[in-house]
């Protein structure tokens, strides 16, 4: 004797309820994990390296590049993620840098995401024969800078140097919704960059 249609029904809602809940669980448990993975402070503040990549889109970020940079932290700066438009004498001036001391030091790149600032670096890094970056970014966005950057610049030692940008509450970040929201959408982010890496590699 089959099965009435509606306890089947009721049946396959309660199996697909419940991968619901458990993908949820696994979703909350890798967004806390990803949260404690966000650096609180520069781990590595001190090891030269050949040079400086500064991913523009952030507070803090181009003037601790510019201030690694002046104490001689690196040799060279590529800033990835200029707006077109913009040439080095005009950024420096904007911050108050004299061109002449850093125009040679100094190169820029128009990427537009955190995937093209990892391909456009890779190409800046093989032309000017760069062994060692020092990767500067916010701090809830290295994780995913680092990832991409491994990737495509597996053979480069990459030292992390995130800067904090004021208006965003790491240390209690699920009691902040600002800073909620930027740490779910960068976990989200983070996931669909590690799945493209593991298609690709994959593939390849």
Same mark, same amino acid.
Request: with cysteine; net charge positive.
């Given at each position: ?17 419940? +991968?619901?809940?458990?993908l949820?669980g696994i979703?909350?448990?890798?967004l806390?994990r990803f ?7 520069? +781990?590595?503040p001190?090891?030269?390296?050949? +040079?400086?990549v500064?991913l523009t889109?952030?507070s803090?970020r181009?003037? %601790?590049?510019l201030? *690694? ?6 040799? =060279?700066?590529f800033?990835?993620? &200029?707006y077109r438009g ?7 001036e904007s ?5 002449q001391?850093?125009n040679?030091? &100094?190169?820029?790149?128009? +990427?537009v995401?955190?995937?093209?600032n990892?391909?456009e ?5 093989? =032309? ?18 680092v *990832? ?6 597996p %053979?480069?030692?990459?030292?992390p140097?995130p800067v904090f940008?004021?208006? &965003? =509450? ?5 009691a $902040?919704p600002?800073?909620?929201g930027?740490?779910?959408?960068e976990?989200? =982010?983070?996931l669909?960059? $590690? &799945?493209?890496?593991k298609?690709m590699?994959?593939?390849?």
């Amino acid at each position: 004797m089959s099965r009435p249609p509606y306890r089947r029904t009721g049946r396959t809602i309660s199996r697909l309820g419940g +991968a619901l809940i458990l993908l949820a669980g696994i979703w909350g448990a890798g967004l806390f994990r990803f949260a404690d993975a966000i650096p609180l402070v520069v +781990a590595d503040p001190d090891t030269p390296t050949d +040079a400086i990549v500064v991913l523009t889109g952030g507070s803090g970020r181009l003037d %601790e590049g510019l201030r *690694l940079l002046e104490q001689g932290a690196a040799q =060279k700066l590529f800033i990835s993620g &200029v707006y077109r438009g913009i040439d080095i004498k005009n950024l420096l001036e904007s911050y108050r840098r004299n061109p002449q001391d850093l125009n040679c030091c &100094v190169s820029i790149g128009y +990427a537009v995401d955190t995937i093209s600032n990892a391909t456009e670096t890779r190409d800046w890094v093989r =032309k000017n024969n760069v062994s060692s970056v020092r990767l500067v970014t916010s701090g809830y966005h290295m994780p995913r800078s680092v *990832l991409e950057f491994e990737y495509e610049l597996p %053979e480069v030692t990459l030292i992390p140097n995130p800067v904090f940008p004021a208006h &965003v =509450k790491q240390s209690q970040w699920w009691a $902040w919704p600002g800073t909620t929201g930027l740490i779910v959408t960068e976990y989200n =982010k983070f996931l669909l960059s $590690w &799945v493209r890496h593991k298609v690709m590699t994959i593939l390849t």
